[in-house]
């Protein structure tokens, strides 16, 4: 977190500011309404299930308001580079269902090292086949945790 | 003096080849579970239960209690290395841990994390010797005024304490609690903001969602702000005598160590408030009343070492009331209950008179277990800071995976998953804009407690908010937080007095 703080402090994206500032005010504003009208406030002599979320969401919706009203728009250098670990990561997770957790995490290592960080293909496919062996042999065969096998090795079986 | 002799006699029972090989086993895979981000010291537990009925209780209970230690010291691992936090408590140990790394400086920041572990649980599990069922009964004097009055003056201290910014500190304080009321809560059992999704009805789980925040909007920064180790001559500042403790390192986190020791086993005794509380409240404390207070959060190692010690004293401190009374103070020493009630064993006020030899054997073993976790922590610090050489075309990939596992082994959920996806790019943003994630997680953790204690207490007393006053523990703690709330903004307006008062004299 604080490497953004360090490295790239001072000019940024006053919209990304700007943008989180709403959403936080959206949210609190929907927490704090459904809050108050849909789950009850006060009831059987003590707070109701509504209670806190009308607190908390009245609390960040008029922090948010004084947050605009001081206009600091200060944001770190971002850029939508940032994001492509996270696409690329969304679309590895799509594939999940049809090639199973380790082989799908195992395509997403060896794919992401040859053709975004440029690397060799031979070290992409060494590090990817271990990445994923680790993962199998720790989390599948020692601690039992049931991945989704998969459509495509299911056929095979 | 009885104490020292039925002490003496646990070690003559627990001090076996056996047993130590059976602790030097349980710390180490305990520092692997707990370095795995998703699993935590109740999943270690739940694990090697049933491995432990074949052997003698003792070395059984040796085994899972050298676990349990060994996933408190695991835990800061990937919170120190990778930003990701191994578990819930650790969230506070990467505020400073993480920094430490950036600046090249892990091995220490390592080595602190396990030297003032082992500094807090020893002094955690020599309170619980000495003073085990006086302390038991100091916790049950908390009763749901007091815990809510107490989770209340951490909630309060998190948005104030935690970033530069105090009021985008308490937003993010705000949106944790928010996040926190979505699902079935246990006050209430009525469904909140679920959506009509399954998925939501037992709420957000813990982990995807600091796995996201923490681990993979840091795989997002490091797509762009890359470290090259090699540049930066990290090889060079990252051997085993460049992460040793000089004497003055070592002077200054030692009262930190120690502070936060007792106040940490103090947290833990009380039901429910666990290690994460005793964690927080440690660091805030070293931020009030420790040297350097100011500069907690930048990359200090007495921040590393008031978290880690205030964690492993409170996993101590909640032996306490599972010992004395037969109440389990956190969800591993639930479990612990559970394989202690399967070998037979009643635990409660009477296990001290009928069950001498098990019980000053597991205490004993608790020594021996925080020997054997330090002496494995310690050894495996030259091969761990090694991880910071990875250059990040390898640690990106490779950490989002384990962001994606970790998120999926929890619940064996693909829900959890794109959870976690999300988490991590909206806390991405936040970071951006410049809002702390850190006290989002502490309150999101810390509220379904909140919420349970007013609505218990509020039963209790029938609706009368007094309850909160007659009851002086609480009152003293609500006093504390107006205290909290209202010293920066006297502070403040102090400051400003007196600068108009000079800007006068001057006219």
Redesign the interface.
Known sequence: ????????AGS??PW??L???LG?IA??LA?AG?GWLQ?GVWM???????F??LV??L??AL??G??LLRRRW???R??L??????V???M??AT?PLFG?VLA?TL??VL??ALI?R?PWLKSVV?GAC?GGV?YL??GLW?M????PGALIELFR | MDILQSLMLGFATSLTFSNILAALVGASLGIIVGA?PG?GSV?GIA?LLPLTFQMDPITGIIMLGALYYGCMYGGSYSAILL?IPGDAPAVVTSLDG??LS?QGRGGKALFTANISSFIGGTVGIIMLTFMGPILAHVGLMFGPAEVAALILLALCSIGWLLGDNP??G??ST??G??LA?IGI?T??G?P??TFDSMHLLNGISFIPLVIGM?G??????????R?DPAAQGLSSRLGLKESLLDRQELRSILPASLRSGVLGNLVGILPGAGATTGSFLSYVLQKKVGRNGSELG??RLEGVAASEAGNNAAAAGSFAPLLSLGIPGSGTAAVLLGGLMMWGLQPGPLLFQTNPDFVWGLISSMYLGNVMAVLAALAIIPFLVKLLLIPA??M???I??V???GS??VN?S?FD??FM?GA??VA??????????APLLLAFVL?PRL?TS??QA??IS??DPMIFLRSPIAATLLTLILLFVLYPLGKKLFVAARQRRRKATAE
Request: charged letters at 10%.
């Open positions: 977190m604080s490497s953004v703080n360090q490295a790239s940024g994206r990304i500011s943008l989180v500032t936080i949210m609190g927490w459904f789950y059987h002599n003590g707070p109701g299930a509504g806190f979320p908390m969401g609390g960040a922090l948010g004084y947050e200060a944001t770190d971002v850029g580079r940032n994001l492509w670990p996270a690329a990561m969304g590895a997770v999940i957790m995490m997403f290592i992401w090292m960080e690397q590090i990445t993962i720790l989390f601690l945790v049931a991945f989704p | 795995i699993l999943t694990l930003n993480y920094p950036q009021v985008k308490l937003i705000f949106i609690v928010m009321t809560g006050a209430f009525q909140r903001f923490f993979l909007s840091q795989v997002l920064v490091m797509m762009v702000n470290v930048k990359g075309s390898i990106i990939p490779v989002a995976v962001c994606v596992v999926y082994s064996n693909m998953v794109w996806l991590g790019v991405f943003f936040m970071t951006a804009a410049r809002y702390p994630i509220t919420e007013l609505r509020l039963d029938r609706g």
